[in-house]
């Protein structure tokens, strides 16, 4: 199953790339179960006409990105902007201020701040890059810190439009960082004052705080200081707390940013699709080239409305485990991805049938998923997305009993399971009997109950997955308010899992909504 207009004026802006749509079943035997039925993926970037699929150019004072091997136009700068395409040359893709750049340039390489006493910040500059000490001690871009004493207040000026202060430059005392123009406000507190001026000294007049590569940034002694950075990662904001029911919606078709938080209050959780063991596509590659404040924005957006942000992995197109991809090295590379791009967990949709019907799944996932768990500790979430016959053991005996062996292995660091009841035949799970307690043939013992009762599988862990039209899936379909009566049903026999949906589309926002609010029913 299962991409910007900024936040910033720093922009980070995703073409949709070409798609591939339509997955040929894999058959194994009299039973071949199929994934998501309509998979989307991105091809690899390719020349044609002009340009390169991806690239980014500026004509003049306008941004443009290859989509089709065409130039599309994103942004055109104003009076006093300079037009970027080079993030390793200028620190930034899109439009920046000329004049705060210059600034940035004519910093005296010794003049530093010490923060929290131990973190020495140099005045090497990564814009809408991060560096932290202490609980949440944070600069984006943050030139010049103009102090009226080492617990007083201060101000800031920003690089990249001058237009935002939502990363907080902390002390003991409240500090308030202003930006140009448009900024916001924000405040923080960490362990102990910033002392301005040169580090070490205590009353020099101003002082610098810079975005810094890791190697600029010096911790010691401080007991809850970090000593890395990256021009990706923020760490001010931590995965939240969110628990069962979950009602999940997937997003792989091209958005611009993840939707407002409002339009999609049906949900709790929203999953970003897809990463995969070469990197982030589709709109998981849209949330990495969001800048980190935009990102921070938007997270504490869905934090405040209980919605956690995940991204999805591999998805119908991705075969690890045929692949020959090592599974710790994977799941090192997803957690590394989950922390450093902020988000509040993985889901694992796994799709390789291959290797399933080979016997050569179980034992790859069980390894990936103890790693992946020992690298994302609670809070963070973790989700499988498997078939439904995938839980019946009986049908998977040469590698141990396909996800219900997984589950039996590993499955107390398996939040929950976001179980596909679609896509395994025109009858398939599309009344309350076999969606909930006895599956037709060939899928006999996939239904809900049948999962947890002969399979071990914690019932409150079984989500309930459908499409939210049929045109998103093969089959498998039901209308929203089919699927609450059995929802109602499944909840006074004790299930209360949730219900997952394939799938979210900006051309459509308010369907994805509608169909979830209606499958609640009451809930």
């Excluded at 920046?96 to 340039?105: G, L, Q």
């Excluded at 109602?488 to 509608?514: C, F, H, L, V």
């Amino acid at each position: 199953m299962r991409g910007l207009t900024s936040l910033l004026v720093v922009l980070a802006t995703t073409i949709p790339f070409p798609i591939l749509v339509g997955a040929s079943p894999i058959h194994h035997g009299p039973r071949s179960p199929q994934g998501h039925g309509i998979a989307r993926a991105v091809q690899p970037r390719q020349s044609s006409g002009s340009c390169t699929d991806g690239d980014w150019n500026c004509d003049g004072m306008t941004l443009q990105r290859c989509s089709y091997g065409s130039w599309i136009e994103i942004e055109t700068c104003i009076t006093g902007q300079a037009c970027s395409s080079d993030f390793t040359a200028n620190y930034v893709i899109g439009c920046y201020w000329t004049s705060d750049s210059s600034a940035v340039s004519a910093i005296p390489a010794s003049q530093t701040v010490a923060v929290s006493s131990d973190v020495l910040a140099s005045s090497n500059p990564l814009s809408a890059s991060v560096f932290s000490a202490s609980s949440s001690v944070s600069a984006a871009s943050v030139t010049t810190a103009f102090s009226a004493g080492t617990t007083g207040s201060a101000s800031a000026s920003y690089i990249g439009g001058g237009a935002l202060a939502s990363q907080p430059v902390s002390s003991a005392g409240s500090v308030v960082a202003t930006g140009a123009a448009g900024a916001t406000s924000a405040t923080g507190v960490a362990g102990s004052s910033v002392t301005a001026g040169v580090a070490g000294s205590s009353a020099a007049p101003s002082a610098v705080v810079s975005s810094v590569v890791a190697s600029s940034v010096v911790a010691s002694a401080a007991p809850s200081a970090s000593s890395s950075a990256s021009s990706g990662s923020n760490s001010t904001v931590t995965p939240g707390s969110f628990s069962a029911p979950h009602y999940v919606l997937y997003a792989d078709q091209w958005i611009t940013q993840p939707p407002d938080p409002s339009t999609i209050s049906a949900y709790n959780r929203f999953l970003l699709a897809f990463w995969v063991p070469t990197g982030p596509l589709d709109d998981a590659q849209g949330w990495q080239e969001l800048d980190a404040s935009s990102r921070t924005s938007i997270l504490n957006e869905y934090h405040a409305a209980g919605i956690a942000l995940m991204v999805s992995a591999f998805g119908s197109t991705s075969t690890p485990t045929s692949s020959g991809n090592d599974p710790t090295q994977v799941a090192q590379d997803l957690a590394a991805f989950v922390k450093q791009y902020d988000l509040d967990g993985v889901d694992v949709d796994y799709e390789d049938f291959t290797a399933m019907n080979g016997g050569t799944a179980e034992a790859w996932l069980i390894t990936f998923q103890t790693e992946l768990r020992s690298l994302l500790p609670s809070p963070y979430l973790i989700s499988h997305a498997p078939v439904a016959p995938w839980f019946v053991a009986s049908d998977y005996t040469s590698g141990g009993g396909g996800y219900a062996h997984v589950n039996q292995e590993v499955g107390s660091g398996i939040d929950f399971y976001n179980v596909q009841f679609y896509n395994q035949g025109t009858t398939e799970y599309t009344d309350c009997t076999t969606l909930l307690t006895a599956a037709a043939s060939p899928w006999q013992g996939s239904s809900v109950f049948e999962i947890a009762n002969n399979q071990g599988v914690e019932l409150n862990k079984l989500v309930i997955g459908k499409p939210v039209d049929s045109s998103a899936a093969s089959n498998g379909y039901v209308d929203a308010g089919t699927l609450a009566g059995c929802v109602t049903q499944a909840k006074s026999q004790g299930w209360n899992a949730g219900i997952m949906a394939w799938e979210y589309r900006p051309s459509d926002a308010t369907e994805a909504q509608t169909f979830m609010s209606t499958a609640r029913g009451s809930s």
